[in-house]
């Protein structure tokens, strides 16, 4: 079945609706991987032009956003989590290496918390994955990769502590 962007955000809204924890969140994920299948759907919205972060659609009622992630290039993140929220990064294109990071020692506002490294793997295209909130990752990249990833609410507007490795 082909989507569209108003298509993939009912679909959303109705699952988060009837369940907006984290097994919610799972059926999400399910949907985000249908949707990484469509190649229209990829293709409309994750082409050459778009940057490294777009909003495709923002929930009214909600608050969590669809987003297109087009990066150029390697790059490495630092560990982090998405503060208050919850987010799923679902790849359409290229692999990502995901760390997923203990918390040694918690974050403060003026002070970085302390993770310890757990384990590693690769989201190749098709695969999707929840991150609830306080799970701290980190993403890796060799080379330019394509992704649609949700967050639970639009964290231009949310504040993040930051995380050290220990």
Not at 23 to 33: H, N, W, Y
Not at 35 to 54: C, I, Y
């Amino acid at each position: 079945m082909g989507y569209s962007v108003e298509q993939f955000a009912d679909g959303c809204h109705r699952i988060l609706t009837e369940n907006p924890g984290p097994e919610g969140r799972t059926k999400v994920c399910a949907l985000v991987q249908d949707v990484l299948q469509d190649k229209a759907f990829v293709a409309s919205h994750l082409g050459d032009d778009v940057p490294e972060r777009k909003i495709l659609y923002e929930d009214p009622k909600l608050g969590f956003c669809i987003l297109a992630h087009v990066y150029k290039g390697a790059k490495e993140s630092q560990p982090h989590d998405h503060g208050p929220s919850w987010a799923i990064y679902g790849q359409a294109e290229g692999e990502t290496v995901m760390s997923d990071w203990a918390v040694v020692v918690p974050a403060a506002e003026k002070k970085p918390g302390k993770v310890r490294h757990v384990r590693a793997y690769t989201l190749k295209p098709g695969m999707a994955k929840v991150y609830n909130e306080g799970e701290v990752h980190s993403p890796k990249r060799e080379g330019s990769t394509r992704l649609i990833r949700i967050e639970g609410t639009n964290m231009d507007k949310a504040t993040r502590l930051s995380y050290e490795k220990a």
